[in-house]
């Protein structure tokens, strides 16, 4: 049966879910590098910070290609029966999802380039600064990139939160949207592609 | 879409339970990777505290080696370092730099007789879009051997407890040879007689890709000429940078930037252990130093002079320092950034 004929897709395209997956482990690995690396004086801080800068750079490529791929295909719906304020809550978080992971890695890029330090993505490949030399610039993104690393965590935490309630007590298709492989459950649910 | 099938009470709060272990799992793994589970943990921010004096930091001003000012000049190197390293900053040429004349202290208005150690901080800039940052000091060595030993060390010096520092010295006795310098080293009355030296260890790599470890130093042009530091208190409390000014002025001041290679079995990971005198140093160049500007409005006044920040064919070494300095400076760079009102620009067009 294709996907014409059951009307709206059930799951996320495959390319959907690699980039989510993919983006998962990498955005986790960032919010641990970061707090990590702000914690430490020891020679791994150097390390830390050499991962921390092109990995950041990775997620907003991937990020803009996602946001890409998310016009062109869009998403399966949600489930019919889901009360108003969870659907409104799903919605919602997917716009501060996309915000947070563009949002992120520019602050982080302006903020090093308001006080001047060099990008450096790997060796003597450097990106260009995006804003002048300013204190008060510098500060205001320091701040923005601090708190919204916590607040990107928190939702993160959310989403897992939301995603198993799914998957375990509502049962109801969502998290099988997005599972990496079919599950069981989403075998039961959708009928074979 | 099938209806959602209704579960037993039971495994609805089997599947909540495990819900809430895997949020707090989650939650507890990142407050411990931010260190709020170990206050033991030596952080950037514990070390920028311990340098604050007991009236508090310099608001808006560097935590350490807060008194000071800017420099701008070249670099001219003579192509000699090249056997040495493949940075560009080697190459035969004139570099643009930019750097910082400054005090070992946390207080800005540091009378300069009562402050031992000077710094230089400096940048030189090449034009494959390098940048190569160092902080150096007037010190021989560094005066103990692990950013520990140096956090124990400012612990020590801020304490109440008389016998604190004598303490430190028993468990730390690699001091001594700082130690001896600081009370038996002869003072200059110039920054431009001081020698500026990286005390921490660098990797260098040539062309070939052979590495070689190293440190080095700023040797002055200008002989130095001893005074003692009751005399130097007589000159006033803003003597160096009044004098420096006035030098300047009158002529630009130089430095020769010698590279010491180490012996394989030298103390690299130690900035507290001399290595001996007789190894192979190599003079790569000569900085100038044309011009000095006030740091209030000066272009090395939002600069932090990271020494990890460094062009390709020079990376850090097995010497823990550099990696502690640079995660303490961003720390500082941060914190007096976002305090630049409790230090206003006095020219209202000199803000970048």
Redesign the interface.
Known sequence: MTQAVMGAPQRFTPLQRLLHWLMAICILAMLFIGVGMVSTVMPKYLTLVSIHKPLGIAILVLALIRLVVRLRYGTPPLPADLPEPMKLAAHLSHYAFYALMIGMPLLGWGMLSAASYPVVLYGSIYLPPILPLNDSLHTLLWNAHFYLAFAFFALILLHVAAALFHALVRRDGVFEAMAPVPTTASDEIVPAE | ?????R?PARS?IG??V??AV??GG??A??AY???WLSPQ?????R?VDALAPPGGPALGHRRNHAKGICFTGVFEANGAGTALSRAQAFASGQYPVLGRFNLGTADANAPDATVRVRGMGLQIATP????WRSAMINAPVFPVST?QAFYGLLLASGSKDPDAMKTFAGAHPEIAPFGAWAKDGPWTGSYAEERYNSLNSFVFTDSSGAQKTVRWSLLPAAQPAPISQDDLAKRGPNFLEEEIVERVHAGPQHWTLAVTVANPDDPTVDPSKAWPADRRTVEVGTLTVQRIEAEADGPCR???F?P??L??GIQ?SDD?F???R???YAKS??RR??E?KDYPYTATDA??
């Open positions: 879409m099938p209806e959602p099938r579960l609805v599947s909540l495990l819900i895997v949020i989650g939650a793994a990142f990777t931010a260190g943990r030596l952080t950037p921010d070390m494959d879009g390098e940048i950013p939002d600069i932090n990271d990890t920040i062009p390709s850090t823990p550099p990696a502690a640079s995660s303490a760079y941060d950034t976002a630049a803000k970048p």
